[in-house]
């Protein structure tokens, strides 16, 4: 059973581009989340996600972000117009059910130039 | 103020020492994480607690639901545990994070 895959593992974005990040959970699990660690912080939940639905987004931008869990396919986590304020490493985890023990992947690291 | 704090932020230890990390919370919670981030970044899971207390090898966690904390002990230390060590609260759909506390195990 693999784990929770993230890709890419790296992202390079220049200033206004696009960047798409990718979960696949493990298998069996349904339910998503998004988490942001900023250079020095700690991790900040951003987005949790059922198969094609959103349950809560309360702590993801308002602007530019976006987050999916389609019934085919991995979760993306969109981010449009990068700026450099995006630059983190954003990690994705999965449980079978909401609250239990979630599985965190290795996370992707965005660096906008 | 943040819902979770952790304490101490950064702690060295000698190889073989007990080990205690704090954590205190101020929102009411369906469950406790201790999650452990290596150097390279990589996340696992430790623990996952609603009550009472958990082992597993040489870490040991507990719980006290009525004051809000809980404290993640490790017992005989050794260099590989140098990591840093979160804190994260279930709230019913959201988490909240301690900002971590580094552990350096000297040999």
């Known amino acids: 059973n693999a784990g929770v895959m993230q890709n890419p593992r790296h992202l390079v974005r220049r200033r206004g581009q696009e960047a798409r990040l990718r979960c696949s959970p493990m298998?069996?699990?349904?339910?998503v989340y998004w988490y942001r660690q900023l250079p020095e912080e700690g991790l900040k939940f951003m987005v949790y996600?059922?198969?094609?639905?959103?349950?809560?987004e309360s702590g993801m931008p308002k602007e530019r972000f976006s987050a999916e869990f389609p019934k085919e396919g991995p979760s993306i986590l969109r981010i449009q117009q990068v700026v450099r304020g995006d630059s983190a490493a954003y990690f994705c985890?999965?449980?079978?059910?909401?609250?239990?023990?979630?599985?965190f992947g290795p996370g992707t690291r965005l660096l906008v130039l | 103020k943040n819902e979770v704090e952790q304490s101490p932020q950064n702690l060295t230890a000698q190889e073989g020492e007990f080990i205690t990390i704090n954590c205190s919370y101020s929102?009411?919670?369906?469950?406790l994480h201790w999650l452990q981030q290596h150097p390279g970044g990589g996340i696992v899971s430790l623990f996952m607690?609603?009550?009472g207390k958990k082992k597993h090898g040489r870490l040991i966690a507990t719980i006290n639901i009525q004051e809000k904390h809980s404290s993640l002990h490790i017992t005989a230390s050794h260099p590989r545990d140098s990591a840093v060590y979160i804190c994260?609260?279930?709230?019913?759909?959201?988490?909240?994070f301690g900002t971590g506390t580094s552990l350096t195990v000297i040999p």
């Open positions: 994260a609260v279930h709230t019913g759909n959201q988490f909240y």
């Open positions: 985890a999965s449980s079978p059910q909401n609250g239990e023990t979630q599985y």
């Open positions: 607690l609603s009550s």
């Open positions: 996600l059922q198969k094609e639905n959103i349950i809560d």
């Open positions: 298998k069996g699990h349904s339910h």
């Open positions: 929102v009411g919670i369906s469950a």
